[in-house]
C-alpha cells in the first residue's frame, strides 16, 4: 500500500553531505531530509519512504510536550513548582507561598509567560555558577548567553562566550552546575583531553554522575513549554548514501 510522505518535512541541502541524513528536528520534532550536493530531491523522497516506519517509530518514541497550565507542576533545581493562574493579576510572574508561581494574564498567554520567567531564572542561577568557577580557575567570562539551544546543553567559544540551553534550569542543581563547570573548563582547555578534565574535576564533584544523568533525562527536560509534541528523546537520524 502506497504512503504519502509527511506532509511537514523539511528538505534542506548541505554543501558538505556525503550521504542521504533523515532525522526529526530537536525542537519542533519535524523530520528533515538533508541532501548532498548533486543528488536529487526525486532520489532522496525515494528513500524517505523507504523509511516511513522508522519515523513513525522515532516519532511514537518522543515524549509528549507539556505546556505550562494552570495547576501544573514542574521540576525546578532540587525542588518543584505548581503554575497558579490569576487572570487579573499584574505584572510579571511571581512565586508565592507553598512553591507556587503565580501567573497573570489571559490564559492564552501563560505558556510564554511561565517560559519567558523560567529562562530568566536560568540566567540568574547559571550567571552565578559560571562567576564562581571561573573565578576558582582564576578565568574571565566575556558574556553568558541563555538561549533555546535545538541540540546543546552548552557551549563555549573562542571568544569566551558561554552559551547554555534554558531547559537546565528544570535539572537539579548539581545538573545545572556540571554544565556550568563544564564549559568553564573549556576556558583553559578547548577539547575534551586529560588537562580539560582535570580542570573539570577541580570545579565539580562528580561530573560523570551528572552527565549520565543528563543523558538519560535530557530528553524530558526538552518537552517542558512546548506548545506541541516537539520533543524527542537522543539524537535520532537515519543516513545512508546518496545516488
Known sequence: MHRDLPADLKIIRHPRATRFRLRLDRRDGRPVLTLPPGVSERSGLAFVRQHLDWLDARRAARPQAQPFVDGMRFPLGDGTLRVVHRPASRGAPKRGEDDTLVVGGAAEHLNRRVVDWLRAEA?????????????????????????????????????????????????????????AAHEVAHLKEMNHGPAFHRWLARLHPDPHGAGRWLDANGATLRRYGLPTAASMAGSSSYSASGR
Open 123 to 179: 540566567t540568574r542561577r547559571l550567571k552565578e555558577r559560571v562567576r564562581l568557577h571561573a573565578a576558582a580557575i582564576g578565568e574571565t567570562v566575556a558574556r553568558v548567553r541563555v538561549a533555546d539551544q535545538s541540540s546543546r546543553w552548552g557551549s563555549c567559544s573562542g571568544r569566551r562566550v558561554l552559551s547554555f540551553n534554558w531547559r537546565l534550569v528544570f535539572a537539579p542543581a548539581t545538573v545545572l552546575d556540571y554544565v
